[in-house]
């Protein structure tokens, strides 16, 4: 995939406030800090496209970037963050699920974790949702630099077996550190998208 041009287009919180221009889109989702900016950031070659952060953020936005001016990558508002109310859940839930629930653009989801550690429940609700609305996924195990392989093996194995995956979800694995994955991770999403040239 060769990447000519990424620009950041606009944030919103509810459906009236997303691109109406009906480009296809591709959404990132997943626990706050598990490295999704990083991620994004790698697959377009940008160092800073999307803000990283060493403290969890706290922004309840749905960003939108238009990539090769040809479709969107999607970054949705991370969760499982320790520090929030229940009455900031709550809107998580309601600008994530509003997005979802009848979004005709959105082709695949992106369902990143940390190959470190078990699933939570948050991540096992989030895969749900995902199976619910019947939406294309793609997991990704990232940080793949701080474990060996061997550990890396195991814990893809409790990955799958925690989130209950379907024989067909595929699990890739991805380093921001050394973009280790990268290329695979663009060959599926090319693989599952006929938009994508
Ligand atoms: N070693 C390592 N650190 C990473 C990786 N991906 C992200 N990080 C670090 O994890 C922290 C959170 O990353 P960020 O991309 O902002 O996560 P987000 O909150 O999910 O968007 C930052 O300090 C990143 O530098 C990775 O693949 N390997
Ligand atoms: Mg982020």
Partial sequence: MEIKQSEFITSAVHAS?????????????GRSNV????????????????KVS????KTRLINFFLINRQFYFVDLPGYGYAKVSKREIESWGNIVEEYLHDREQLKVIVLILDCR??????????????????YK??????????????????????IRDTLK?????????????????????????????????
């Fill in 17 to 29: 406030q997303y691109p109406r221009d009906n480009r296809e889109e591709i959404a990132f989702v």
């Fill in 35 to 50: 490295g999704k900016s990083s991620l994004i950031n790698s697959l377009v070659n940008r160092k800073n496209l999307v």
């Fill in 54 to 57: 060493s403290t969890p953020g």
């Fill in 117 to 134: 550690h078990k699933p939570t429940a948050d991540d096992i609700t989030m895969y749900k949702w995902i199976k619910h609305y019947d």
């Fill in 137 to 158: 996924i793609i997991i990704v195990a990232t940080k793949i630099d701080k474990v060996s392989k061997n550990k890396l093996y195991g814990n893809l194995k409790i």
């Fill in 165 to 197: 995956l379907e024989k067909d979800d595929r699990i890739l694995t991805f380093s921001a550190l050394n973009k280790q994955g990268k290329e695979e991770i663009w060959n599926t999403l090319d693989s599952m998208l006929d938009f994508i040239s």
